[in-house]
């Protein structure tokens, strides 16, 4: 008699899927010694299922044709599912003409469920290991057709599920979009918690597809966590969360989901293959060649193994993208991409544009007419992408179509590529809620940007290239920005953020240890960022500069504005006003860095009290940053524009800007938007004094005393929600806090406030920016190069929400000195002074102290 239910049996055949293991164990230890020949062939179906998917193909054939032997003589329909199976099996193990064969045997001989059941098989194998999508699709309908009238919900799920994955393939998003949602409420009904996790993944999956990266990346990490409560690891989802982080431009991020994975259990080699692939192209973007190159190479070895070819090509891509910049031999490397691209082309992969584009690239490096001739007709073919459902991908059309005109010599014609491909890249941008994606995945525009630069440039038309500098900088900032709350899980997290570091000091103060308040601390700031990178944008996108309008504003004005731009390491300057644009070489980028790093170093030793040479360091800063931009500007106001690497310069240390009002910004769109900017109230002021100050804050009183109406939050009452509260429309805020800058994480960059971190996540909750902020503390107004000339920090994200100017200092202050220097400050604001008037004032009032000069040349307004 036998000692298993069939029914049972049957049960754990249909969900083997929730969890392999026990399955695999309950047939070997159960049903294949069972002496019922039914049960014994379950048992071998369900483990050679488990050992195809574990990669062990030739042994999951044997027990497959073992249970089709037992099934035998028991019933026309257990046959014919065993029949179904190895069919399936089959085909994956290359036997497609048997496997085939086999496949339609079993659904001749069946009808009802049963037949339905076979039908859903052989879609699966029609559509994706032989790419037939029509046929697959064809039996899927009529499996549903079935399935609808009869009582079977999960093999209608499972139907539906494979139909939403058929026709995404078909480019049926919609259809897609609601077969996965069907198939997902059927299994949550059942309680089918593994198919419920798969279905969410195939959600997110579906968003990336469709371009919608904030969808894709919520999704992903729903299903993650529904993975976990099930204590399993799901490749397949790491591997697609790794991709999407990536479009993001957050490498980091998929470098770290990956390296949890490969550490978290024992992988299959079939697992192992697909994350070694996903940390391949992780360290590309990181970028860390060498490690991407190892991984690479081992993942093509395992696939090759494994006769997968279509993730072969992928690793084959990264193992040569690794190599590519390294390598004094490209001959080589050509004739390897060229049988890449011939691969990829033959199996319709992804990845055909990005390998084109790669041989394009190693191509050029290669001085022969035959690979100019590949080159040209890689570029023709991926220049055919432009038409793509993703905006990465639409792009690298756009810049294959550049480089094709390019090489043409057709000036206009790169010109209008560059522009549709960014074009492109800003729909991508602004469909993100998230200020720190925007500015990281504004690096997949850096060649777009960096070739129309370079040819406008080359046009020698200075107002062109004015507008090809401006064209991709700063634009998360320049993005039109509205006020959110984040929601309640947002806001919680910040709050036990908050409590954290307020427990973090006490332990340090203490001298207690602090490993574990850290963990949690750094584990609250991933809940967060996690969270807001599902936040979706408003659509709007930033607007092109346009130069006779910027023109006007600076006539008007009597402003000059300078915007530095560097092409293939120079330095140029372009310098707009009195109706003009005039383009002057400056010099080299780097010796600009060096000069910027000596100033800084020699303005924190002045304001130490030691003997510096600072007019030497002005002038050589002035010489290796703007060269003779200033030269014939006149009595003008001067408003510089830096690139992002040169946002960190003490403007004010500059002979030819020492005694004149001047300012500085990311971007001229972001002045052209200052400039029109107006307060919410045009009285209200507020001063607000965070705890630990070495002056304590002495500026705030002194101030205050000249400025009665001025509201001041100071001790206890300096919280951060009274803070916020306070700043929420105010006409202008000085802010005399510690500030903590992160180069990690620019966004946790924060104020210290009586309660704990007041964090830039906290301001991008505010409904109206404060018109003008003064930030007193030591460095409050370093920001960080992100992505492709993007920045973020404290001041940036203030500029972003549309706050008119910030004045903020760039290197360590006296605290004595800072006393004088704003109040000389805030008596030209009450005056009606700008903030360049005022920090002028500054300047002119701390002559002949050294320590003070040193303090108010280290002070800049963003802005105006």
Not at 191 to 218: C, K, N, R, T
Not at 358 to 382: C, I, K, M, P, Q
Request: aromatic content about 4%; some cysteine.
């Amino acid at each position: 008699m036998s000692a298993v239910d069939r029914d049972e049996a049957e049960d754990l055949l249909r969900t083997l899927f929730a969890d392999p293991e026990r399955a695999r164990s309950t047939a070997l230890i159960e049903l294949i010694p069972d002496p019922d020949r039914a049960i014994a062939s379950i048992g071998h179906q369900v483990l050679g299922i488990v050992l195809r998917d574990m990669g062990a193909t030739e042994e999951s054939l044997t027990h497959l044709r073992t249970a089709l032997r037992l099934a035998h003589g028991v019933d026309g329909d257990r046959e014919s599912d065993v029949r179904a199976t190895l069919g399936g099996t089959l085909v994956y193990a290359g036997k497609t003409r048997e496997g085939l064969a086999q496949l339609d045997r079993a659904a001749e001989e069946l009808e009802g469920i049963s037949l339905a059941r076979v039908l859903v098989r052989r879609a699966r194998v029609l559509s994706f290991s032989l790419e037939r999508l029509e046929e697959g699709g064809a039996d899927l309908g009529r499996a549903l057709e079935i399935l609808d009238r009869a009582d079977d919900d999960v093999w209608r799920a499972r139907a539906l599920h494979l139909d939403g994955l058929t026709r995404t393939g078909l480019g049926d998003l919609d259809g897609a979009r609601r077969s996965f949602a069907a198939a997902l409420e059927i299994h949550s009904a059942l309680g089918l918690d593994w198919d419920a996790a798969v279905g969410v993944h195939s959600q997110g999956w579906l968003a990336f597809l469709a371009g919608d990266l904030p969808v894709a990346l919520e999704r992903y990490a729903r299903a993650a966590a529904m993975f976990e409560l099930l204590g399993i690891t799901a490749v397949d989802l790491v591997f697609d969360q790794c991709a999407a982080y990536l479009a993001g431009g957050l490498a980091a991020d998929a470098l770290l989901v990956v390296e949890h994975a490969l550490e978290a259990r024992p992988l299959l080699p079939v697992e192992r293959a697909d994350l070694l692939l996903a940390l391949a192209g992780a360290a590309i973007a990181a970028p860390d060649p060498d490690r991407a190159k190892i991984a690479a190479d081992e993942a093509c070895r395992l696939f090759r193994q494994q006769g997968r070819e279509q993730h072969w090509i992928r690793s084959e891509l990264f193992a040569i993208a690794a190599r590519e910049e390294a390598t004094g031999r490209p001959h080589r490397l050509l004739q390897r991409v060229k049988r890449l691209v011939d691969t990829a082309r033959g199996n319709s992969a992804m990845e055909l544009p990005q390998a084109l584009m790669l041989g394009a690239e190693l191509g050029g490096r290669v001085r022969s007419a035959r690979a100019a001739g590949l080159v040209d007709e890689w570029l023709a073919e991926a220049s055919g992408f432009r038409g793509s459902h993703l905006g990465t991908t639409r792009a690298l059309g756009w810049l294959a179509l550049a480089r094709r005109r390019a090489n043409a010599g057709e000036v206009g014609g790169v010109l209008r590529a560059c522009e549709r491909g960014l074009a492109a890249l800003d729909e991508h941008q602004a469909t993100f809620g998230s200020q720190e994606l925007r500015a990281l995945s504004s690096s997949h525009g850096a060649e777009l940007a960096e070739l129309g630069t370079r040819t406008a440039l080359a046009s020698g038309d200075a107002r062109r290239l004015l507008r090809w500098a401006e064209r991709w900088r700063a634009t998360a900032l320049s993005i039109p920005w509205a006020g959110a709350e984040h929601d309640a899980a947002t806001t919680a997290d910040l709050a036990a953020l908050r409590a954290q570091h307020s427990r973090l000091a006490e332990a340090r103060s203490a001298g207690q240890p602090t490993e574990r308040l850290q963990a949690r601390a750094t584990r609250l700031e991933q809940a967060v960022r996690q969270r807001l990178f599902h936040e979706r944008g408003s659509g709007e996108t930033a607007s092109a500069l346009d130069v006779p309008e910027l023109l006007d504003a600076l006539r008007e004005d009597d402003t000059t504005l300078v915007e530095l731009t560097e092409v293939d390491g120079e330095l140029h300057a372009l310098v707009a006003g009195r109706g003009r644009v005039r383009h002057l070489h400056v010099g080299p980028a780097l010796a600009a860095s060096k000069a910027v790093d000596f100033s800084l170093f020699t303005l924190r030793q002045a304001s130490r009290g030691r003997r510096t040479q600072v007019e030497a360091a002005g002038a050589r800063l002035q010489q290796a940053v703007l060269g003779r931009a200033l030269d014939r500007v006149g009595e003008s106001r001067v408003v510089v524009s830096g690139t992002s690497t040169l946002q960190g310069v003490p403007w004010g240390l500059l002979p030819a800007l020492a005694d004149r009002p001047f300012s500085s910004t990311p971007s001229a769109r972001l002045w052209l938007r200052a400039r029109s900017a107006r307060p919410a109230d045009p009285d209200r002021r507020v001063m607000l004094v965070g705890p630990g100050l070495g002056s304590g804050g002495a500026e705030v009183p002194a101030v205050a005393a000249q400025d009665p109406k001025a509201q001041v939050l100071d001790g206890d009452g300096a919280t951060v929600a009274a803070s916020l509260a306070a700043l929420d429309g105010a006409a202008l805020a000085h802010v005399a806090a510690h500030g903590h800058f992160r180069e990690d994480s620019p966004l946790f960059s924060s104020l210290v406030m009586s309660d704990g971190p007041l964090l830039v996540h906290d301001l991008q909750r505010l409904e109206r920016p404060p018109h003008r902020v003064v930030l007193s503390a030591c460095e409050s107004g370093v920001m960080a190069p992100v992505g492709d000339q993007e920045l973020l920090g404290l001041a940036a994200a203030l500029l972003s929400m549309g706050t008119a100017g910030v004045v903020s200092s760039l290197a360590e202050v006296d605290d004595a000195a800072t006393v004088e220097v704003m109040v000389a400050l805030h008596a030209s604001l009450r005056a009606g002074g700008g903030l360049g008037d005022a920090l002028l004032a500054a300047r002119q009032a701390a002559e002949g102290d050294p320590v003070m000069a040193a303090t108010a040349a280290s002070f800049t307004v963003l802005g105006t």
